[in-house]
């Protein structure tokens, strides 16, 4: 059986060698490390969030693989409140549902209000206050989770 | 009140009519008119001055009575406006629209129009300028002027409602290919044929498309235009 204070001494020599295997084979006593190359990426964690599936922390604009667009179904002027001094809409955070409204849409003085059609929290809003936006127009990224 | 009309509800002050409606579960055809508005407002949120002697209201009616485009039945909402009040004896008639939704007289606006599009109805609200008169050191961006100044006498508010829905209504109902046509909307629109700045883009407006969007020329191209303000580069 390997000694307790050995065991202490290996597992600080993993955490200072920044080894990313430990094993041992008692009775004969083999011990086997392993350590990542630098650049290498380290596997993921089973709990590791599916937003950095892909083991890559996400770029800006990009958005995660599960992750809904909400698009402009419409060419017109983005407004994330019903009014300038309201409160948005909504925010990152913010669950919606398939009737949730989530802005206005201006075309022609005519004020559009955009329902989520889908399920689940607020990630990212891709569009600011008053910007012209065309058709298709990514306005929302949705976790559906 | 027009048959059609279910609720019709009179406030002798509102925020303002579109608001009243917005947070309302009022049917469709439900009209809220108001004496006075506190907060009415233009698009881009700009402030709508509602006085007393105007006349404001908002008409909520089903999406499903018309297979016009939107944009088009709110123009339509103006030129019933524009046409009703060419009909007014002793009342000049020199009234045009400015794309998308003003209403002039002589150049100065007269009136405007804001709609909001929900799922299975539109608010669409009318201020009017009847009997009201202006602060003359009030910056405007378009000069306004009211049928009182214009014609020189008072006017019926409730009178010009009603006549206004008699108009259109039917046309929304049952005419609306016809009425909301874009050729007719383009007679009376004072836009056309004018060098005019957009987005800070500077063009001839030269028609109106499908949806009611201004099609403009720019430097020997075609742009289409489905939302901004309209500058004149002469005056109206």
Not at chain 2, 36 to 49: C, K, P, S, V, Y
Not at chain 2, 136 to 155: K, Q
């Amino acid at each position: 059986m390997i000694p307790w204070q050995t065991l202490q001494e290996i597992a600080q020599l993993k955490e200072e060698a920044a080894l990313t295997e430990l094993g041992w084979t008692d009775e004969e006593f083999e011990v086997k490390l392993s350590s990542t190359p630098p650049g290498a990426v380290a596997p993921a964690a089973e709990s590791a969030p599916q937003a950095v599936r892909g083991a890559k922390p996400r770029a800006q604009g990009a958005p995660a693989e599960n992750w809904v667009a909400i698009e402009a179904p419409m060419v017109g002027t983005f407004y994330e409140a019903p009014a300038p001094d309201a409160e948005p809409f909504v925010q990152p955070g913010d669950k919606v549902s398939y009737s949730t409204t989530v802005c206005i849409i201006e075309a022609m003085k005519l004020m559009n209000e955009i329902e989520a059609e889908c399920k689940g929290t607020i990630k990212e809003v891709c569009k600011t206050d008053a910007e012209p936006v065309s058709k298709d127009d990514t306005l929302f990224y949705v976790d559906p989770a | 009140m027009h048959p059609e009309i279910k609720t019709h509800l009179y406030l002798p002050e509102s925020i303002s009519t579109q608001e009243y409606l917005r947070q309302s579960s009022l049917p469709p055809w439900s009209i809220v008119r108001a004496s006075i508005q506190t907060g009415g407002r233009g698009r881009n949120g700009r402030r709508w001055d509602s006085p007393p002697g105007g006349l404001y209201y908002s008409l909520r009616y089903p999406t499903e009575v018309s297979s016009q485009p939107p944009a088009l039945q709110i123009m339509g909402g103006a030129l019933c406006w524009l046409e009703l009040l060419q009909e007014l004896p002793e009342t000049p008639k020199d009234f045009s629209l400015k794309w998308p939704n003003d209403l002039l007289c002589r150049g100065k606006k007269i009136g405007g129009v804001l709609a909001e599009q929900h799922a299975d109805v539109i608010d669409v609200g009318f201020g009017i300028n009847v009997n009201n008169f202006f602060d003359e050191l009030a910056n405007y961006r378009l000069p306004p002027i009211s049928l009182s100044e214009a014609g020189g006498r008072r006017y019926n508010l409730d009178d010009l409602l009603a006549r206004w829905l008699e108009k259109f209504i039917p046309a929304l109902c049952r005419d609306a290919g016809s009425f909301f046509s874009r050729r007719r909307i383009q007679d009376k629109l004072i836009t056309l044929g004018r060098e005019v700045v957009v987005n800070g883009k500077r063009g001839k407006a030269v028609g109106i498309g499908e949806q009611g969007e201004l099609i403009m020329e720019m430097d020997g191209k075609v742009e289409l235009i489905f939302a901004g303000d309209v500058e004149e580069v002469q005056q109206y």
